[in-house]
């Protein structure tokens, strides 16, 4: 049986956690792609030995996992480093989720992409698009009280994700994460209910 897969995304700062975390407490199965991610570059990772082969030891932290300050310093300086990266880490990400989607034993699976939107070949996988939007000043409110950035910092990483237009542009469900939480979890309590309804269908 094929899973019922919702891709989730949402710009940095939008609360894609926070919804993905409503959506588990409602039943949903999740796998993240950035959990994945620190997964694969943790100390031990299953990306490490490709990653340091190709970069060198100097993107190794104390710890043995990925120094991602100097990774994101390296690709920064050297456009084609990025490149690298994701031929290494994206085949394993994209390997990984498709295990754990098809493992989940939940009705369906929300399946997090901070990148959905840019990255095609997710869409691909997902038989609906589900974005968590709100407005970019909330946006940059957001990200500066969490990480400290400047607001000129978070525009910076906003201006390399897809705009907000790109996003809703290709959402088949938006969650409004600009309110009260208690909004927010009505929001996603209906869309469970949907999606049970969706993935019974397909079943």
Request: one cysteine or more; charged letters at 25%; glycine letters at 6%.
């Given at each position: 049986?094929s899973r019922?897969?919702?891709?989730?995304?949402?710009?940095?700062?939008?609360?894609?956690?926070?919804v993905?975390?409503?959506?588990?407490?409602q039943?949903?199965?999740?796998?993240?792609?950035?959990?994945?991610a620190?997964?694969?570059?943790?100390?031990?990772?299953?990306?490490m030995p490709?990653?340091?082969?190709?970069f060198?030891?100097?993107?190794?932290?104390?710890?043995?996992a990925l120094?991602?300050?100097a990774m994101?310093?390296?690709?920064?300086?050297?456009?084609?480093?990025r490149?690298r990266?994701?031929?290494?880490l994206?085949?394993?990400?994209?390997?990984?989720?498709?295990?754990?989607?098809?493992?989940?034993?939940?009705?369906?699976?929300?399946?997090a992409?901070?990148?959905?939107?840019?990255?095609?070949?997710?869409?691909?996988?997902?038989?609906r698009?589900l974005?968590?939007?709100?407005?970019?000043?909330?946006?940059?409110?957001?990200?500066?009280?969490?990480?400290?950035?400047?607001?000129?910092?978070?525009?910076?990483?906003?201006?390399?994700?897809?705009?907000?237009e790109?996003?809703?542009?290709?959402?088949?469900?938006?969650v409004?994460?600009d309110?009260?939480?208690?909004?927010?979890?009505?929001?996603?309590a209906?869309?469970?209910?949907?999606?049970?309804?969706?993935?019974?269908e397909?079943?």
């Amino acid at each position: 049986m094929s899973r019922y897969v919702v891709g989730l995304t949402g710009g940095i700062g939008s609360g894609k956690s926070t919804v993905a975390d409503a959506f588990v407490a409602q039943g949903a199965a999740l796998v993240d792609t950035d959990a994945i991610a620190h997964e694969l570059t943790a100390p031990q990772g299953a990306a490490m030995p490709e990653l340091i082969a190709a970069f060198g030891d100097d993107i190794v932290d104390a710890d043995g996992a990925l120094d991602r300050a100097a990774m994101r310093r390296r690709v920064f300086a050297d456009p084609a480093a990025r490149g690298r990266l994701e031929a290494i880490l994206h085949p394993r990400i994209r390997a990984l989720s498709a295990e754990r989607v098809q493992a989940a034993s939940a009705a369906y699976a929300i399946l997090a992409v901070p990148l959905l939107v840019e990255s095609g070949q997710w869409q691909t996988r997902c038989d609906r698009v589900l974005v968590v939007d709100c407005p970019e000043a909330v946006q940059i409110e957001r990200v500066g009280r969490r990480s400290g950035l400047s607001a000129d910092e978070v525009r910076a990483i906003m201006a390399a994700q897809a705009s907000r237009e790109q996003r809703l542009a290709v959402a088949d469900d938006i969650v409004r994460n600009d309110g009260e939480r208690t909004n927010l979890y009505r929001q996603v309590a209906a869309l469970h209910l949907k999606y049970l309804e969706l993935a019974a269908e397909k079943t």
